[in-house]
């Protein structure tokens, strides 16, 4: 449908250049990517209410400056069982904005995490 769109796509060029935006085209194999597999994971556990022990993971991080999901997960739930409950707490921190990382690179216990601020 290129000949149908394209009058709108070139308006909404000459908006996003009049904004000081650039305008681009993409299509799914640029979309579905690193950041969008992470967004799903991530999204799983946005709504969830797993904050208990959230104020001790985040000290600890805040403390130490940049900390692995690994290193938090086995620290503060360092049994078998408690395993799974630490790592959906700490995908929750990250899924609110309460925890950052590099979400170009896929996530996993190798994941570093900081306190999010201007600096990163």
Do not use: M
Request: glycine share 8%; proline share 2%; net charge negative.
């Amino acid at each position: 449908k290129w000949s149908e769109f394209k009058p709108k796509f070139r308006a909404a060029s000459g908006y996003a250049g009049e904004q000081g935006w650039r305008f681009r085209i993409v299509d799914e194999s640029r979309i579905r990517d690193v950041v969008f597999n992470n967004a799903v994971l991530l999204e799983r556990y946005f709504r969830q209410n797993v904050a208990i022990g959230s104020d001790v993971i985040l000290d600890d991080t805040r403390r130490a400056g940049i900390l692995t999901v690994g290193t938090l997960v086995d620290r503060h739930f360092g049994s078998v069982n408690a395993h799974d409950a630490g790592l959906q707490l700490v995908w929750h921190l990250i899924g609110t904005g309460s925890l950052d990382c590099d979400l170009t690179k896929p996530l996993d216990r190798n994941s570093e995490l900081w306190i999010p601020s201007d600096d990163h």
